[in-house]
């Protein structure tokens, strides 16, 4: 258990559903992300929340929308996706975010996404 | 560009040693992760380098030179359970992680 709990773990959709990845942290850390982790390829940091703020959007398509309401909790929002999204989406904390230190990143077992 | 060189897949015997390399070309270093990613699970936090030379933890070890862009993992009596992907990440000047692809690494019994 690494304190950073997502659910669903898997997920099948097709192009015009909308569902939503949810992710929880029992760390108290300030900082949450969401990464795109594809089949031989780096991780692709998507979004970044610093103390509910986020902080970092690396050119994701709107077709992907974050929220964190709290910092304890981190949704992905998705909507109208492409087959290329299918993929393992992976949520992470740390205590503190980028550039403040102690950015150990705690994982989640991530969601893997099939879009049809 | 920045860019981060791992091996694709890597195969050892168990009870042997095995050496994952890293090199890297960032804008800057302000330190180097190791990370372990068991099949369907979470990456788990192994190592951080940001000082030249070696840091021993157990049978793992990593090792940094920041002259040479060049880092590894050095997994020590191998056993089946250490079968997983190990992510190299360095964080450049902005404090932002870039990734490497990862290393599959297969033990045999």
């Known amino acids: 258990e690494t304190g950073v709990t997502q659910t669903p773990r898997h997920l099948v959709m097709g192009m015009t559903n909308k569902k939503s990845l949810k992710c929880e942290q029992h760390l108290g850390h300030n900082a949450m992300y969401w990464y795109k982790q594809s089949a031989k390829k780096p991780l692709e940091l998507m979004f970044v929340y610093n103390f509910k703020e986020q902080t970092e959007n690396n050119s994701v398509p709107s077709r992907f929308s974050p929220e964190c309401p709290n910092s304890s909790h981190l949704f992905l929002h998705l909507h109208t996706l492409q087959p290329e999204d299918s993929a393992l989406y992976l949520c992470?904390?740390?205590?503190?975010?980028?550039?403040?230190?102690?950015?150990?990143?705690?994982f989640g077992s991530g969601t893997q996404l099939s879009v049809l | 560009g920045q860019n981060i060189d791992q091996p694709t897949e890597m195969t050892a015997t168990e009870g042997a040693i095995v050496q994952i390399n890293c090199t890297y070309q960032?804008?800057?270093?302000?330190?180097l992760f190791w990370y372990q990613q068991h099949a369907g699970e979470a990456p788990t936090f192994l190592s951080y380098?940001?000082l030249d030379g070696l840091e021993e933890k157990g049978r793992f070890s990593s090792f940094l030179s920041r002259s040479k862009g060049y880092s590894y993992l050095l997994l020590k009596e191998l056993q089946m359970k250490d079968s997983a992907s190990y992510l190299c990440?360095?964080?450049?000047?902005?404090?932002?992680?870039?990734w490497g692809a990862g290393t599959k690494l297969i033990i045999k019994p």
């Open positions: 960032t804008s800057g270093f302000n330190g």
């Open positions: 380098n940001v």
């Open positions: 992470a904390s740390s205590q503190e975010g980028p550039g403040g230190g102690n950015e150990k990143l705690f």
């Open positions: 990440a360095v964080r450049d000047s902005n404090y932002q992680l870039i």
